[in-house]
């Protein structure tokens, strides 16, 4: 064999490799995803009395104690203490101890102990969690929210993806942000042991408990 086939074969020979190797790591890595998902698929099973369509007395559906749109206490239209835009104690735009951007104790982008791509004590995906399951207004599971400490919330889709967080506001409730640290929303108590979640705007769109 000539020295130039010699070369191509050489060369064909390490292309066929390359694929092969290319193909197992793409399969581990497929693999490696599924089992994640799995994980969190089983961290965010329902129990019963943890599902308002299995248990009327948290589901706002059939309590209209815990319904804002029935009871005016716990509505931030009607009382104004809950309601950032009435109340600036509870509002980060006018409070930067409450505001991640301005306090880093509080962003998980500069505090790595409530990062879960950095703290896996706090990821459902790989371990066991503690907190409530996050609802729409219509009692339909949407994901997770995990205590890291009384003042901490972390919330996940039921997918298990990461997608924003809980700070405390001082007062009772909770000022909600996205990965990056705005502010979209907030928590307020519903009068029993779970929170309402509100759009900056007010807006009721769902509940946890």
């Given amino acids: 064999m000539s ?10 020979s390490a292309h066929s490799s390359s ?10 890595a497929s693999m490696i995803l599924v089992c994640i998902f799995s994980i969190a698929a089983s961290a ?11 248990n009327p007395t948290i589901n706002p559906n059939h309590n209209p104690s815990i319904n ?29 101890s409450i505001n991640p ?13 409530l990062n879960p791509d950095h703290n896996p004590s706090i990821n459902p995906a790989i371990t066991s969690w503690s907190g409530m399951y ?15 400490n009384r003042e901490f919330l972390l919330m996940f889709l039921a997918n298990g993806r990461w997608v924003g967080y809980f700070t405390s506001d001082e007062a009772g409730g909770f000022s909600w942000f996205n990965i990056e640290g705005d502010w979209i929303g907030y928590s307020a108590k519903n009068s ?10 007010g807006a009721w769109v769902g509940f946890m408990n």
């Fill in 134 to 148: 996050v609802f729409d207004k219509d009692s339909k599971l949407s994901g997770l929210v995990v205590r890291v």
């Fill in 68 to 96: 804002p749109e029935y009871n005016p206490s716990i509505n931030p239209k009607y009382n104004p203490s809950i309601n950032p835009s009435y109340n600036p104690s509870i509002n980060p735009t006018y409070n930067s």
């Fill in 19 to 28: 694929v092969i190797l290319n193909r197992v790591i793409s399969l581990v």
């Fill in 44 to 54: 965010i099973d329902l129990p019963a009395a943890r599902d308002p369509n299995a």
């Fill in 101 to 113: 951007k301005y306090n880093s104790m509080i962003n998980p982008k500069y505090n790595s102990s």
């Fill in 192 to 201: 029993r042991q779970g929170f309402n979640i509100f759009t900056v705007d």
């Fill in 3 to 12: 020295q130039h086939r010699k070369l191509v074969a050489v060369r064909r």
